[in-house]
């Protein structure tokens, strides 16, 4: 039987923008989902939306269109659109993305800009990690923002780290990415440590939307502090003292990771909000004298 004129899979209608963005917007995308995903399928920059509104009258090719249409129809079943782009912006960078990486979320801007307070703007180095770097999008924001810092990234996804290297490739920044289990494969002493680690509790009912990315780079056992309890154990090795740990956490974990920094012996615990006000990253000093490592050399 025929699909019905108005079917997503329908191509015959989209000989032109203006109805190609009609029937995107009747399959219940935004307009401005729509319009990237078309821009996209036309193979022209992202940027152009203004083009569109002065090409509306312009017919797609019969490729073009299947194109076009195959993308909104994987949308309407919930890909995520930065995965149909294949990429994302992050703190001013364009960075490419696809399902063997975590979409990088506008609320980890929080942590680049608390990072960023503590790191001297003035040509001078300081030795920053990041753990669990996933498509790179904290340690390459903080490398653009800080170029004189020496930043180092880790994950435990190879398939991630391949990501993050192609976005430091492309960027053009010299970030240094190995494979490590948190810290068990890193040597040496930094003055900062970032991480935006797994976070949610297994079994959350909010992973249900988030079926499209990776689950090991999401949840992190049945109260979600897994990974963040590691991290907070294992960092104080590699932190000089008076170096700072900084953990992304979930909306209502930071009374909990502030008890886990307090106790293992990290100072002057506080916790920063995101853009909705939530607090998202709480992180702490290793106290200068404490039992961290010397920097050596
Ligand atoms: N902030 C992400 C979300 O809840 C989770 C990211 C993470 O686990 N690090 O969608």
């Given at each position: 039987m025929a699909e019905p004129?108005?079917?997503?899979?329908?191509?015959?209608?989209?000989?032109?923008i203006a109805k190609a963005l009609r029937q995107a917007l009747s399959s219940g995308l935004t307009r401005l989902e729509a319009q990237r995903l078309l821009l996209h399928s036309l193979g022209r920059?992202?940027?152009d939306r203004a083009w569109l509104t002065s090409h509306v009258h312009d017919t797609l090719t019969p490729e073009q269109a299947q194109g076009f249409t195959a993308l909104c129809t994987r949308s309407s079943q919930g890909e995520p659109l930065a995965y149909l782009l294949g990429q994302q912006e992050f703190f001013g960078l364009t960075l490419a993305v696809d399902p063997r990486v975590l979409i990088p979320r506008p609320d980890t801007e929080t942590l680049v800009n608390w990072a960023l307070t503590l790191l001297?703007?003035?040509p001078g180095s300081a030795r920053v990690l990041d753990l669990g770097t996933g498509s790179g999008a904290v340690a390459l924001a903080l490398k653009h923002a800080r170029p004189s810092s020496e930043v180092l990234a880790i994950d435990a996804s190879e398939p991630a780290l391949c990501v993050a290297r192609a976005n430091a490739l492309s960027l053009g920044l010299d970030v240094r990415m190995i494979a490590s289990c948190w810290l068990e494969g890193v040597s040496g002493v930094f003055d900062l440590i970032v991480s935006n680690p797994p976070?949610?509790?297994?079994?959350?009912?909010?992973?249900a939307a988030l079926g499209h990315e990776p689950l090991q780079a999401l949840t992190a056992g049945a109260d979600g502090h897994d990974d963040l309890r590691q991290i907070i154990a294992q960092a104080p090795q590699h932190l000089l003292g008076g170096g700072w740990l900084l953990l992304e956490h979930g909306y209502d974990q930071a009374g909990a990771v502030s008890m886990l920094l307090q106790a293992g012996g990290f100072e002057a615990v506080s916790s920063r909000p995101d853009l909705a006000g939530i607090l998202r990253c709480t992180g702490g000093r290793w106290p200068a004298g404490g039992k961290g490592t010397e920097r050596a050399g």
């Open positions: 004129a108005d079917s997503p899979n329908d191509t015959s209608n989209l000989d032109n920059p992202l940027t001297p703007a003035a976070y949610v509790r297994t079994g959350d009912p909010h992973l």
